[in-house]
């Protein structure tokens, strides 16, 4: 029996979109409070789905929970179907839960509030959208919609560049899209005209090596990796970063960097095993490649919010390589490695959305007070503003691998599962987690340490709506770092379904 939980998840923040165009501009307040509200009932439903979530049931392609199939354009074989399963539900609870502290956050924006929340509230209907498809063109129109209030986002509320940033941002992503657009209709070609993802997997219409199978392989994974972003995709991402308002910025890593991922494990993996191996050491050179240079870049940055940018290619490196060294071509490989290394790649997802969420909340509330994000222009704020002080200093600590944090045991998944596959990459991977901890430390020392610039002593500390846009934040990085067996049960429960088909 289908269910309507997804649908009613995936469309009540475009229901809440809709209600805010008929509510007077003239009332900012209504306005903020309205969203905030409607956010909430997504984050609830994304908790019930994690606590119905069935851990012992098959999971995609063989099966997925909570799902609704519909006819919805049978001449083209395109149907409306939904379906989560231990990959997505996790994705799904952080796109919540960031919109709704992203709103909480922005209520101080007095620029064109209605516009601002409006376009928030779409893009969580596309975000969720991309996590809950399992029909090709259902998933490429979220795909799409998600890209839209972004640009906005940034170019209407951005930084003296915002109109530059946006338009970079949305050529990039645009040419990534129309790449995996065309390798979707080779998928659709040559599995009997159906864009059913789960029937396309279990087809397996590219199972002998072919030219057509190697460029739809490339096309999807151009889309992907230009969102993850991968180097050398990557140098949209600066920009966007830099210009974005703060929680522009937030759902920019937190979220939007996780459907490039999202799309490796859901659909390059399960869809095309045999070109996934015998590619996959172009994918993870590539990914030690976007580890070490986003490791390096920060220690060259004045700018404190391009710093925490870079340092998402660094954190998403880790994933893509997770993902390559779990379907590499090597035999011999225990497949406790490979599942390990695939389990450490979704955590590592997971838990750079919480970090680099809060990284960024954090440098908007320096950005707030101070004007200024460059390093050169503080010091001495660590006994000025202790709260803050505290919260930055949590959270850094969480990015630079701390054990206790959700970061340490996703990137020693990674490492251990990398290593038992190739020690080479492994023995890379590992150089950029030191250098990660050079940049982190190197940031906290000038903006916490040294004699205080006497421009911020009158600076106040974090208030009550930052701490509550930051706190529940932090508490999961604790919780599932000292805790992680919950999530992992999830991404068990996936990794063990992917990994199937490579045999």
Same mark, same amino acid.
């Given at each position: 029996?289908?269910?309507?939980?997804?649908?009613?998840?995936?469309?009540?923040?475009?229901?809440?979109?809709?209600?805010?165009?008929?509510?007077?501009?003239?009332?900012?307040?209504?306005?903020?409070?309205?969203?905030?509200?409607?956010?909430? /009932?997504?984050?609830?439903?994304?908790?019930?789905?994690?606590?119905?979530?069935?851990?012992?049931?098959?999971?995609?392609?063989?099966?997925?929970?909570?799902?609704?199939?519909?006819?919805?354009?049978?001449?083209?074989?395109?149907?409306?179907?939904?379906?989560?399963?231990?990959?997505?539900?996790?994705?799904?609870?952080?796109?919540?839960?960031?919109?709704?502290?992203?709103?909480?956050?922005?209520?101080?924006?007095?620029?064109?509030?209605?516009?601002?929340?409006?376009?928030?509230?779409?893009?969580?209907?596309?975000?969720?959208?991309?996590?809950?498809?399992?029909?090709?063109?259902?998933?490429?129109?979220?795909?799409?919609?998600?890209?839209?209030?972004?640009?906005?986002?940034?170019?209407?509320?951005?930084?003296?560049?915002?109109?530059?940033?946006?338009?970079?941002?949305?050529?990039?992503?645009?040419?990534?899209?129309?790449?995996?657009?065309?390798?979707?209709?080779?998928?659709?070609?040559?599995?009997?005209?159906?864009?059913?993802?789960?029937?396309?997997?279990?087809?397996?219409?590219?199972?002998?090596?072919?030219?057509?199978?190697?460029?739809?392989?490339?096309?999807?994974?151009?889309?992907?990796?230009?969102?993850?972003?991968?180097?050398?995709?990557?140098?949209?991402?600066?920009?966007?970063?830099?210009?974005?308002?703060?929680?522009?910025?937030?759902?920019?890593?937190?979220?939007?960097?996780?459907?490039?991922?999202?799309?490796?494990?859901?659909?390059?993996?399960?869809?095309?095993?045999?070109?996934?191996?015998?590619?996959?050491?172009?994918?993870?050179?590539?990914?030690?490649?976007?580890?070490?240079?986003?490791?390096?870049?920060?220690?060259?940055?004045?700018?404190?919010?391009?710093?925490?940018?870079?340092?998402?290619? $660094?954190?998403?490196?880790?994933?893509?390589?997770?993902?390559?060294?779990?379907?590499?071509?090597?035999?011999?490989?225990?497949?406790?490695?490979?599942?390990?290394?695939? $389990?450490?790649?979704?955590?590592?997802?997971?838990?750079?959305?919480?970090?680099?969420?809060?990284?960024?909340?954090?440098?908007?509330?320096?950005?707030?007070?101070?004007?200024?994000?460059?390093?050169?222009?503080?010091?001495?704020?660590?006994?000025?503003?202790?709260?803050?002080?505290?919260?930055?200093?949590?959270?850094?600590? /969480?990015?630079?691998?701390?054990?206790?944090?959700?970061?340490?045991?996703?990137?020693?998944?990674?490492?251990?599962?990398?290593?038992?596959?190739?020690?080479?990459? /492994?023995?890379?991977?590992?150089?950029?987690?030191?250098?990660?901890?050079?940049?982190?430390?190197?940031?906290?020392?000038?903006?916490?340490?040294?004699?205080?610039?006497?421009?911020?002593?009158?600076?106040?500390?974090?208030?009550?709506?930052?701490?509550?846009?930051?706190?529940?934040?932090?508490?999961?990085?604790?919780?599932?770092?000292?805790?992680?067996?919950?999530?992992?049960?999830?991404?068990?429960?996936?990794?063990?379904?992917?990994?199937?088909?490579?045999?």
């Amino acid at each position: 029996m289908d269910s309507l939980i997804l649908p009613i998840l995936t469309f009540f923040p475009l229901l809440g979109a809709v209600i805010l165009l008929f509510m007077p501009k003239e009332k900012p307040g209504a306005i903020k409070l309205t969203s905030i509200l409607v956010s909430l /009932a997504p984050l609830a439903i994304s908790i019930w789905l994690w606590i119905a979530y069935d851990r012992t049931a098959a999971a995609f392609p063989n099966g997925s929970q909570f799902g609704i199939n519909a006819a919805w354009i049978p001449s083209l074989g395109v149907s409306f179907k939904m379906g989560v399963d231990g990959l997505s539900i996790p994705l799904i609870f952080i796109t919540t839960l960031l919109t709704t502290l992203s709103l909480i956050y922005s209520t101080f924006i007095d620029l064109r509030p209605k516009e601002f929340f409006w376009m928030f509230l779409l893009l969580e209907t596309g975000m969720l959208g991309v996590f809950t498809a399992l029909d090709f063109v259902l998933f490429f129109v979220f795909w799409e919609v998600s890209l839209v209030p972004m640009y906005f986002l940034i170019g209407i509320w951005g930084g003296p560049r915002r109109e530059y940033a946006a338009i970079k941002f949305f050529i990039y992503t645009m040419v990534a899209s129309m790449a995996m657009l065309l390798a979707i209709l080779g998928l659709y070609f040559t599995s009997g005209n159906t864009f059913d993802m789960q029937k396309i997997a279990l087809a397996n219409p590219f199972a002998s090596p072919s030219l057509i199978g190697s460029l739809v392989f490339w096309g999807l994974f151009l889309g992907f990796a230009v969102k993850t972003p991968m180097f050398p995709f990557h140098t949209w991402l600066p920009d966007a970063h830099v210009e974005a308002p703060t929680a522009g910025s937030v759902i920019l890593a937190g979220v939007l960097l996780k459907m490039g991922t999202y799309g490796f494990m859901r659909i390059l993996m399960p869809i095309m095993p045999q070109q996934f191996q015998q590619y996959w050491w172009i994918i993870a050179l590539v990914s030690v490649v976007s580890i070490k240079y986003g490791a390096s870049v920060p220690m060259a940055q004045s700018d404190l919010k391009k710093l925490i940018a870079y340092s998402s290619m $660094n954190h998403m490196g880790y994933v893509t390589l997770g993902c390559a060294v779990a379907g590499a071509g090597v035999a011999g490989v225990s497949e406790h490695a490979r599942t390990l290394a695939l $389990n450490g790649a979704q955590m590592q997802a997971f838990s750079h959305g919480l970090i680099t969420g809060a990284l960024f909340f954090l440098v908007g509330i320096l950005y707030e007070r101070a004007h200024t994000r460059n390093l050169a222009d503080f010091g001495g704020l660590g006994a000025k503003i202790p709260i803050y002080t505290g919260m930055l200093a949590f959270c850094s600590f /969480a990015s630079l691998w701390l054990p206790g944090m959700t970061g340490f045991i996703a990137e020693l998944s990674v490492l251990v599962g990398t290593y038992n596959i190739s020690p080479l990459f /492994a023995g890379l991977a590992l150089i950029g987690i030191v250098m990660t901890a050079a940049y982190m430390l190197w940031m906290m020392q000038r903006v916490l340490l040294g004699p205080l610039n006497p421009k911020w002593e009158n600076m106040p500390d974090a208030d009550g709506r930052e701490i509550v846009s930051l706190a529940p934040l932090m508490a999961l990085m604790l919780l599932f770092g000292v805790l992680p067996g919950p999530l992992f049960a999830f991404f068990s429960n996936a990794s063990g379904a992917i990994l199937g088909l490579f045999h």
